[in-house]
């Protein structure tokens, strides 16, 4: 799949130029997310810090010493029964879709929620047409949870939201115990 194995790390602030490239794409041309304005790099910087403060993991696929797609877990709701529940988010530079990058930073993204006490993850899927993220969500592990159909407009049509979700650790075996945030 790689010429060379992408390296999976914790994302740092020299990242957040490229990372706002990857996204900037995604808002521009596709339905993956809702944003309808590209976040410059300070208002996706501002996001990044966000996410670390809170002690949630932001991880990079790197080739080559390039960014290649990013991952991060953050927040589902913000209230407090929701507190072990995540929900991911991964996008992938649009040269190097289709080899296995969203596989390796979602399987990461999946290990640490899991290791920090996280018991449910949730992918909320922008447009119900779009197979390749459905698809990853369901190879590793995710099962459809509903449906909103028509749940936004953009790029001049009403798009739906997936949900899908998946168990962490124990899931809803045993109760839970304090997340970690390391």
């Known amino acids: 799949m790689f010429d060379t194995p992408p390296i999976i790390r914790a994302a740092r602030p020299s990242d957040i130029a490229k ?11 596709g339905t993956a997310s809702f944003e309808t304005v590209a976040p410059d790099l300070a208002e996706m910087t501002k996001r990044f810090e966000a996410i670390r403060a809170r002690g949630f993991p932001y991880i990079v696929a790197e080739i ?30 649009p ?22 006490g996280y018991r449910r993850m949730i992918a909320v899927i922008g ?8 698809n990853l969500h369901l190879a590793l592990g995710f099962a459809h949870a509903g449906l909103l159909p028509s749940a936004g407009w953009k790029h001049g049509r009403w798009v739906d939201s997936v949900m899908m979700q998946r168990a962490l650790g124990d ?5 839970p115990k304090p997340v970690s945030r390391a």
């Open 19 to 29: 990372i706002q490239a990857i996204y900037a794409h995604y808002v521009e041309a």
């Open 64 to 93: 080559d010493g390039q960014v290649t797609g990013y991952a991060y877990a953050g927040t589902y709701r913000a209230r407090a029964a929701y507190d072990f529940a995540v929900e991911d988010s991964v996008y992938i530079a």
């Open 95 to 116: 040269d190097r879709l289709g080899h296995g990058l969203g596989r390796a930073l979602l399987g990461a993204l999946i290990e640490a929620c899991t290791k920090a």
């Open 127 to 134: 447009d119900s047409a779009n197979a390749p993220s459905i």
């Open 171 to 175: 899931g809803d075996a045993t109760p």
